[in-house]
């Protein structure tokens, strides 16, 4: 399996966990889920999903008060602003 099959995959896992994150209230689980399967929507050059997937880890980072998940969140999200910024300038 070549790297970017594993990558998809695991963005798949991310995803699926997302709702049993959700049903027992791991908010910490779902906040690093969250982070993940964004990283790997911008690994798939899916932006517009990534931007959706780190806000909300975003702002469940700030819910728990862990700032390196808030500073991770928005280092990730700069990310997102140039490749979108990218994708006008190319439009």
Do not use: K, N
Not at 8 to 17: F, V
Not at 41 to 49: E, K
Not at 74 to 84: N, P
């Amino acid at each position: 399996m070549t790297t970017l099959h594993r990558g998809s995959a695991a963005r798949a896992y991310y995803e699926a966990s997302l709702p049993l994150f959700r049903l027992t209230g791991d908010v910490r689980g779902l906040a690093q889920a969250l982070v993940l399967a964004g990283r790997g929507a911008l690994r798939d050059g899916d932006v517009d999903h990534a931007r959706d997937r780190l806000v909300e880890g975003l702002a469940c980072w700030h819910d728990l008060g862990i700032s390196a998940g808030v500073l991770r969140c928005i280092d990730d999200l700069a990310t997102v602003a140039v490749l979108a910024q990218q994708s006008t300038e190319c439009s």
